[in-house]
């Protein structure tokens, strides 16, 4: 099993950077696809991102490709999305999870085992 604490979340003017962490507990973690999803009010959790278990491939929704980086760094347990020239559109909790099928990276919220808290993000017009 793996435990998953999401931070970095806050507000910023559009245009702006944000970075999220996603730190995991467990031995295991490296053996995990791990996989960023957002919710805006009114709406259905949505895929962000994902990167699999050895960080060599990633995985993008259009809406976010080329502003979103995930990347993970396997020795502290944490995978990291950075987002840069944010949108008011971009405003939603986000929620990092992990899988434990490595085979497949998941786009939906189905696909995912464990799931974080979330994590706040709110970008000004």
């Known amino acids: 099993q793996v435990q998953l604490v999401e931070s970095g979340g806050g507000l910023v003017q559009a245009g702006g950077s944000l970075r999220l962490s996603c730190a995991a507990s467990?031995?295991?973690?490296?053996?995990?696809?791990i996989g960023w999803f957002r919710q805006a009010p009114g709406k259905e959790r949505e895929f962000v991102t994902a990167?699999?278990?050895?960080?060599?491939?990633?995985y993008y929704a259009d809406s976010v490709k080329g502003r979103f980086t995930i990347s993970r760094d396997t020795a502290q347990n944490t995978v990291y999305l950075q987002m840069v020239s944010l949108k008011p559109e971009d405003t939603a909790v986000y929620y990092c999870?992990?899988?434990?099928?490595?085979?497949?990276?998941?786009?939906?919220?189905?696909?995912?085992?464990?799931w974080g808290q979330g994590t706040q993000v709110t970008v000004s017009s």
């Open positions: 467990g031995r295991t973690f490296s053996r995990y696809t």
């Open positions: 990167i699999d278990w050895s960080g060599g491939s990633a």
């Open positions: 999870a992990a899988a434990k099928n490595i085979y497949i990276v998941g786009r939906l919220p189905d696909a995912y085992d464990y």
